[in-house]
């Protein structure tokens, strides 16, 4: 790839992920999925890792696959182990001459299977060391088994676990900030980021991660309007707001460089994100004010120690 | 070898590939999801500028690009989402009712 990205040159590739894969309509992963795999050389062969989620149970029902590269699902909790394992067989393998040309290795697993269940593979095989990329699609609840909530779910939002009513009102925990957890692992590279405009920040950092040696990590937010409750029609515009709103900041940490990928001109009110969405909109009703005062209070902080990080 | 395309729900389990493999790549391709549609887009060529912002939107790749040049939808795959018209900065792509293209 030449250094300038090119949105006419990309989109002419063949689609790594095809057609005739039964996730939703207007989901999100299969937005994620297709931006980062238009992030390989074309020349080059891939092997997906999948853990359990509504991708792997969409994208690959027997006999029927929506991969063009090799594909291998396990279990939910060790897509990374997976992957490790098929990255040192491959290495065995190259070493010995038995196989040629180059293939990268891409793990893809939802909130769930990498906040929560899937967390001790993704951090052994980080630790190991081990040349893959593991891409964590980030929709913020088990949408899968049917939106129970997760350690991603953000604070109030209502799931199906966290329901709204007289006894509760939405989650009462923080998310976890995993992307941060996966800088403390001084891995070469960690990005977060999200299907935007043209693509050119999950396409760059996409392919830096496939293409640095090592263990890279992409925490991408997809929006999940079944989940979310919000029409299915406005992805584009609802992962904008989240930018915006700086609910959900880009940036990317290059050996301990911390880089601010996006400042918004104006940085919004985090209601803009929540009001379009079912999920928080008990926090809009009269006498929760304190909920979006909360959560504003909380973005602020996080935006704060970002900036100071990045220097920006 | 047994290929994807003639598995189905009669086919004895004696003749499924191992492990239940699949040997073939994209056979996913097969499989109509156009039908899900209860909104079809329509693509209006003469009003395109093929600046390709809906094709990476486009969560089931039935955003067909040939030569520079993209292409009217594949309705085999599209689910009538509309994100495409959402995205799309000019009057290329309007939603009409209804799972059939029509103007």
Same mark, same amino acid.
């Given at each position: 790839?030449?250094?300038?990205?090119?949105?006419?040159?990309?989109?002419?590739?063949?689609?790594?992920?095809?057609?005739?894969?039964?996730?939703c309509?207007?989901?999100?992963?299969?937005?994620?999925?297709?931006?980062?795999?238009?992030?390989?050389?074309?020349?080059?062969?891939?092997?997906?890792?999948?853990a359990?989620?509504?991708?792997?149970?969409?994208?690959?029902?027997?006999?029927?696959?929506?991969?063009?590269?090799?594909?291998?699902?396990?279990?939910?909790?060790?897509?990374?182990?997976?992957?490790?394992?098929?990255?040192?067989?491959?290495?065995?393998?190259?070493?010995?001459?038995?196989?040629?040309?180059?293939?990268?290795?891409?793990?893809?697993?939802?909130?769930?299977?990498?906040?929560?269940i899937?967390?001790q593979?993704?951090?052994?095989?980080?630790?190991?060391?081990?040349?893959?990329?593991?891409?964590?699609?980030?929709?913020?609840?088990?949408?899968?088994?049917?939106?129970?909530?997760?350690?991603?779910?953000?604070?109030?939002?209502?799931?199906?676990?966290?329901?709204?009513?007289?006894?509760?009102?939405?989650? !009462?925990?923080? =998310?976890?900030?995993? @992307? %941060?957890?996966?800088?403390?692992? &001084? #891995?070469?590279?960690?990005?977060?980021?999200?299907?935007?405009?043209?693509?050119?920040?999950?396409?760059? !950092?996409?392919? =830096?991660a496939?293409? @640095? %040696?090592?263990?890279?990590?992409? &925490? #991408?937010?997809?929006?999940?309007?079944?989940?979310?409750?919000?029409?299915?029609?406005?992805?584009?515009?609802?992962?904008?707001?989240?930018?915006? @709103?700086?609910?959900?900041?880009?940036?990317?940490?290059?050996?301990?460089?911390?880089?601010?990928?996006?400042?918004?001109?104006?940085?919004?009110?985090?209601?803009?994100?929540m009001?379009?969405?079912?999920?928080?909109?008990?926090?809009?009703?009269?006498?929760?004010?304190?909920?979006?005062?909360?959560?504003?209070?909380q973005?602020?902080?996080?935006w704060?120690?970002?900036?100071?990080?990045?220097?920006? | 070898?047994?290929?994807?395309?003639?598995?189905?729900?009669?086919?004895?389990?004696?003749?499924?590939?191992?492990?239940?493999?699949?040997y073939?790549?994209?056979?996913?391709?097969?499989?109509?999801?156009?039908?899900?549609?209860?909104n079809?887009?329509?693509?209006?060529?003469?009003?395109?500028?093929?600046?390709?912002?809906?094709?990476?939107?486009?969560?089931?790749?039935?955003?067909?690009?040939?030569?520079?040049?993209?292409?009217?939808?594949?309705?085999?795959?599209?689910?009538?989402?509309?994100?495409?018209?959402?995205?799309?900065?000019?009057?290329?792509?309007t939603?009409?009712?209804?799972?059939?293209?029509?103007d």
């Open positions: 790839m030449s250094k300038i990205y090119n949105l006419k040159r990309e989109v002419e590739k063949p689609p790594r992920l095809t057609g005739g894969h039964r996730l309509a207007g989901c999100g992963a299969g937005v994620v999925v297709s931006g980062v795999l238009r992030a390989l050389n074309q020349e080059d062969r891939a092997v997906v890792v999948n359990t989620s509504c991708l792997e149970v969409s994208t690959f029902m027997y006999p029927y696959t929506a991969y063009m590269d090799s594909f291998i699902h396990s279990a939910f909790e060790n897509s990374a182990a997976t992957c490790s394992g098929v990255e040192a067989a491959y290495n065995a393998l190259k070493r010995r001459g038995k196989v040629d040309g180059t293939v990268k290795f891409i793990t893809f697993a939802g909130d769930g299977g990498t906040y929560d899937g967390f593979s993704l951090s052994g095989a980080m630790e190991r060391g081990h040349d893959m990329v593991y891409v964590c699609y980030d929709n913020e609840a088990y949408m899968n088994t049917g939106i129970q909530r997760s350690s991603s779910t953000p604070l109030f939002a209502r799931t199906t676990t966290t329901p709204v009513g007289s006894a509760g009102q939405g989650k !009462k925990q923080n =998310k976890k900030d995993l @992307t %941060e957890i996966l800088v403390a692992h &001084n #891995i070469p590279y960690v990005a977060q980021t999200a299907p935007l405009g043209n693509f050119k920040d999950l396409h760059t !950092k996409s392919h =830096k496939i293409y @640095t %040696e090592g263990p890279c990590f992409l &925490n #991408i937010l997809s929006p999940c309007p079944r989940g979310w409750d919000y029409p299915m029609a406005q992805l584009a515009q609802i992962t904008k707001l989240a930018v915006d @709103t700086c609910v959900w900041p880009l940036y990317e940490v290059e050996e301990g460089i911390w880089r601010l990928s996006y400042i918004p001109k104006k940085k919004l009110p985090v209601e803009e994100f009001r379009p969405q079912g999920r928080f909109r008990h926090m809009f009703q009269k006498g929760n004010e304190w909920m979006i005062e909360e959560v504003q209070k973005v602020d902080q996080r704060e120690s970002l900036l100071e990080k990045t220097g920006a | 070898m047994i290929n994807a395309q003639d598995i189905n729900e009669k086919t004895p389990w004696q003749d499924l590939t191992p492990g239940g493999e699949i073939e790549a994209g056979t996913a391709r097969a499989f109509n999801t156009g039908v899900w549609r209860t079809t887009p329509v693509f209006h060529a003469q009003a395109c500028k093929h600046c390709m912002l809906c094709v990476p939107f486009c969560p089931d790749s039935a955003i067909p690009v040939k030569d520079g040049k993209r292409l009217d939808f594949n309705y085999m795959h599209c689910k009538g989402c509309g994100i495409c018209e959402n995205v799309c900065p000019f009057p290329a792509i939603m009409v009712t209804g799972g059939v293209p029509h």
